[in-house]
DNA sequence: CATGAATGAGTTTTCATTCAT
DNA sequence: TATGAATGAAAACTCATTCAT
């Protein structure tokens, strides 16, 4: 009973939704659990989200899309180093998971559900379309090494999610760790 | 039913067991579907294993056992360089993917599920040990970049596993850029 | 929320649940859905009905009272032979039922749902023994075939309910086959 | 646990959800009464019938070919007269009714539902068909009153499920009024 | 009075586990 | 030991009813 505006009880559906589904995955969190979670009745979830399937398809969808844009959105400045480009893009991939850390963690676990409808999987295809353009004008410029764009963006996702997945279940990553990570990605691409 | 010999009906409970595990996580798979896949009886999984937990245990610790072997031994020959030792390292990963590829993918996907076991989870870490092992020593050779060997293990890994999900979602990665792939990885810990 | 007027709104309500409990009967139908139908908020239907049994329970009183006066009243003439009588009756069923087809419909399929009240149900009972009147009247007379009245109440009524029924899922039956159905209907109890 | 077999098992439950769908509807009846009913797990029903709608169209569908056959298997001896044939089937209706009341009632009740799927209607048209049938041979033998097939069974079937209710609902009917009750509805469709 | 978002008890359905054979 | 039908506790989902606005 958050509230008598339903978009302020959607809002804590989605936020409680988006914490249990990163810590234990789609069918590993119950539906009155996300309720419990979000202060809410478990009727009212039914009245914001057709079914679970909806639910976590609104979720995917929503921070893929916010997952994009903080990353892409604004465009690096004109006249930078690709390698000050990356290194901003490592950044703010960065500063995205200090913000919302569960964030990260559910778009990584649900990646593959077979629960995704189309057109949720259609916004991370756009993501990597973009990526492989910048990587491609890289490569024109000789400043990113040559090889297929969407292996280098595997192995350089792959490397931020694998320190992130490390901070997430260990301790801390040192601030000095962090700080160097963004020369240690950058030389999986430097030509 | 594929014979009357107690061992091949576990082998094969265990065989089903990893597919379903790795393509649809714990919770989303069920019992009787591992039975079904396994062509056994529901009834006859428990005469195995007490429960759904002891499987999946049983599951990551054999599996994390074997990988952990495939990787570590034999160990590569004295006297070779760092650089060639990682490159045998980063081409048995790839082995062993090829070999197993369900297998890496049940690993990752059962990494962090709180119905692993203590003794399940230490299997990772005594892995994780050896591996630190042998970076420190690459980097009081100077072969290897000064960082906190988990970062170095956790990017690389990542690195590795964003390799294996591309190949494993989308087509096939062409066998030239499998073979580059280990020039990259090693750019990431290299001074 | 067609008017201020707090009968009209009742009006609305009645309406709307006759159409869905004739169409759907009464555990079919849902409280929100009756609301819908009328234009009302969900919460106005309790504002003028107890609960659902006592929406039903009113609706089933006021149309069984409505389809006994529109039947009964006003009484034939005097002086007519019975089974002029008779075809006046039949008549007038056939004439309630254009008007109202989904009270007609309502009133069989919610005959015996144990949520009515005693009191709905006497009306029912009064209805049946003044028709009992009429046929043992008949039957003095000997222009009604000697015979239980209520059998030939339960004969003649389900006959009608047949034409009714057939009308209402099929095609429409003819003009000519419904003005000959009343013969059909007096065969039944003519001696 | 009535049993090791499961078509015991699904006859009971069959039994059990004739019963109290007869008794309640299908929306008045809900899946753990029928399972006690049937003195079986509520998960049990679900191993025999996908879901509450698939077991009613089972049911729906086999007691309509039951009823069907009754009335119509064997056909009436040849050379009997067109009101010998009519009372036999009388008499069948009759007994099916006697043997098998709440099946009767069940297929009234759940003749219209919009959870009946299309081929559980078809077995209904089909009986339809094979009866106007039979009435056009007795109109075209001046044995049966000239008048649309569909409307003399709606009339003569409905004047039997009058009876039936009345049956049903009070105490029973005299047997000799039963017995009479085939002349009456004789006199429905006769010249 | 009217509203409609919220609720939670109740219904449908699933599935890990048992056990008679 | 193997089986798979049966089970019932738990999950997903519905809906009659309430109540803040």
């Not at 969190?29 to 679970?52: C, L, M, Q, W």
């Not at 290194?87 to 559910?106: G, K, N, Q």
Request: some cysteine.
């Amino acid at each position: 009973m958050p509230s008598r505006d339903p978009e302020i009880t959607r809002k804590c559906i989605l936020d409680a939704a988006l914490k249990l589904f990163a810590e234990r995955g789609f069918h590993g969190t119950n539906v009155p659990d996300v309720a419990t979670e979000a202060s809410v009745g478990a009727g009212s979830i039914y009245r914001h989200f057709a079914d679970k399937i909806a639910l976590v398809n609104v979720l995917y969808r929503d921070w893929k899309e916010r997952f994009r844009d903080s990353i892409l959105n604004p465009p690096p400045e004109e006249g930078m180093s690709f390698q000050a480009q990356f290194m901003e893009y490592w950044a703010r991939l960065w500063r995205f998971y200090r913000t919302y850390p569960a964030a990260l963690i559910f778009l990584d676990v649900h990646a593959h559900g077979d629960y995704l409808h189309e057109d949720s999987r259609m916004v991370a295809q756009e993501f990597e379309r973009d990526l492989s353009r910048w990587i491609a004008a890289g490569q024109e410029n000789n400043a990113i090494v040559q090889e297929e764009p969407s292996v280098l963006i595997a192995m350089v996702y792959g490397a931020f999610l694998g320190l992130v997945k490390l901070e997430n279940a260990n301790e801390k990553v040192s601030a000095d760790s962090m700080s160097r990570s963004g020369d240690r990605a950058w030389a999986l691409i430097s030509p």
